[in-house]
């Protein structure tokens, strides 16, 4: 499965953004997608992610109540609504699908993934 993520980009402290992650294949059960983060010289983290068939989500506390993941089946794209934004959501957002059908938050445990997308959040 191909991922292609969009929807970064500039915004000031208590601003939104929404990201968004098409997936080139239609058949996506069991499929988990998801959404990591890599701060500046960070290592990459969990942020959110929804399981593709029954719609079950899955939020890191550092975003539960500010981000928000939806998807659109019929688009085979997940977005994520990122609003309260803040300084320390600065980062490269990266989306990531994983086929084992469990909301899990270790990146080793996602198949495939898009290039990353800049959010940037000015003080």
């Known amino acids: 499965v191909q991922l292609q993520a969009s929807g970064g980009g500039l915004v000031q402290t208590g601003g939104r953004l929404r990201l968004s992650c098409a997936a080139s294949e239609s058949t996506l059960s069991f499929y988990v997608m998801a959404w990591f983060r890599q701060p500046p010289g960070k290592e990459r983290e969990f942020v959110a992610a929804?399981?593709?068939?029954?719609?079950?989500?899955y939020y890191a506390d550092s975003v539960r109540g500010r981000f928000t993941l939806s998807r659109d089946t019929a688009k085979n794209t997940m977005y994520l609504q990122m609003d309260d934004l803040k300084p320390q959501d600065t980062a490269v957002y990266y989306c990531?699908?994983?086929?084992?059908?469990?909301?899990?938050?270790?990146?080793?445990?996602?198949?495939?993934w898009g290039q990353g997308t800049q959010v940037t959040v000015s003080s």
């Open positions: 990531a699908g994983g086929r084992r059908g469990v909301l899990v938050t270790g990146r080793e445990m996602y198949d495939d």
């Open positions: 929804i399981a593709w068939s029954s719609g079950s989500i």
